[in-house]
């Protein structure tokens, strides 16, 4: 039988593998992927992929070929850029799809990753130390992965388990986010200081520090009514007409 060799391409990370341990397999900035095959088609269309919310991450890990990692470890920006490069690579860079009622078409080429001063931050270390701006308080904070990613539905679920009408998805990701307060690393002081001593200013300049510092794709593009929008990321992304 004649053997048939799937082209691949070499995907730059956001992150540049900047935040990752050195000896992190990640730490090298890139990804090698395959092309898409009929293979992943039947991994888009796995109902119970689908019905487990697993469907995008199978899809990952069928198209990556080196190196050998972890999903969740890989942080949520990198992932991003992988689902982006996963569509060009199996549809094509022109994606087409509707918001508000408008049609759109955006070249997922011309995406690009979120500008991070990587000089002032230390390579090899996912930590950041952060004095909120009105109580004075320093906190320690970390980037989020597919593990805390997880972990954040997971406890949001058990909230609305609770109580329906719960939202607490801002402070359950203040509590996965924050490693430390004022040098306490423990669950308990995290959970008290988010619940009952963080103000809402300063919770909002922390999220913004984080943004600066988080690397991913700028999904953000101009629409056609002239306000900007979001390139939306789901099934569809990759297969527009399987009306799922």
Do not use: C
């Not at 730490?27 to 088609?41: L, P």
């Not at 080196?66 to 199996?90: C, H, Q, T, W, Y």
């Not at 300049?205 to 991913?216: A, F, I, T």
């Amino acid at each position: 039988m004649a053997e048939f060799k799937f082209p691949t391409e070499k995907i730059k990370l956001p992150s540049q593998g900047h935040f990752y341990p050195t000896d992190h397999p990640l730490s090298s900035g890139e990804v090698e992927m395959k092309y898409m095959t009929a293979k992943e088609e039947d991994i888009l269309t796995n109902s119970n992929y689908i019905s487990q919310g697993i469907v995008l991450d199978k899809l990952l890990e069928s198209l990556v070929i080196s190196p050998k990692f972890e999903l969740d470890d890989m942080l949520l920006g990198d992932k991003n850029s992988l689902l982006v490069a996963s569509r060009i690579l199996g549809y094509g860079k022109d994606y087409t799809f509707k918001v508000g009622g408008i049609e759109e078409t955006v070249d997922l080429s011309t995406l690009d990753s979120t500008k991070i001063d990587f000089k002032s931050l230390s390579k090899g270390q996912n930590s950041f130390d952060y004095t909120l701006p009105n109580s004075g308080t320093k906190i320690t904070y970390k980037l989020l992965n597919g593990t805390d990613e997880k972990t954040i539905a997971k406890e949001i679920e058990g909230y609305k388990k609770i109580d329906k009408n719960a939202s607490p998805e801002v402070s359950t990701r203040l509590r996965t986010m924050i490693t430390s307060v004022e040098g306490d690393n423990s669950p308990k002081t995290i959970n008290d200081f988010v619940s009952n001593y963080l103000l809402a200013i300063d919770s909002r300049e922390l999220r913004k520090d984080y943004q600066s510092k988080n690397p991913d794709v700028d999904l953000a593009f101009r629409s056609q009514d002239g306000r900007q929008k979001t390139v939306p990321i789901n099934i569809s992304f990759f297969w527009p007409d399987s009306d799922l």
